[in-house]
């Protein structure tokens, strides 16, 4: 039983990875800027081109089921906004 009870704890560790260390790019396969939001789904403030690099700051999941993520510079402490998830590459 602790066996399983381990597995499972690394599964979730792998599986949920700690925010504020993620660093990711803008990786937009359209290849038009990536619409940055209120929130998911939310008002587009702005759009970033391809290859920005920025850190997650947060997560979500709208009422679809896709995943959002919450972006800020990587080179500032300044937040930017809500993303869809599928078009940011983290590493």
């Not at 597995?7 to 792998?14: K, V, Y």
């Amino acid at each position: 039983m602790r066996k399983n009870g381990m597995a499972a704890l690394i599964s979730l560790a792998l599986a949920t990875p700690a925010m504020a260390q993620q660093r990711c790019r803008v990786m937009d396969p359209t290849g038009t800027p990536l619409n940055v939001r209120t929130a998911p789904n939310g008002r587009v403030l702005g759009n970033l081109p391809n290859g920005v690099l920025v850190s997650v700051v947060d997560q979500a999941v709208d009422a679809n089921g896709k995943s959002w993520v919450y972006i800020k510079p990587m080179t500032e402490d300044a937040s930017l906004g809500w993303v869809f998830r599928e078009f940011i590459s983290c590493f």
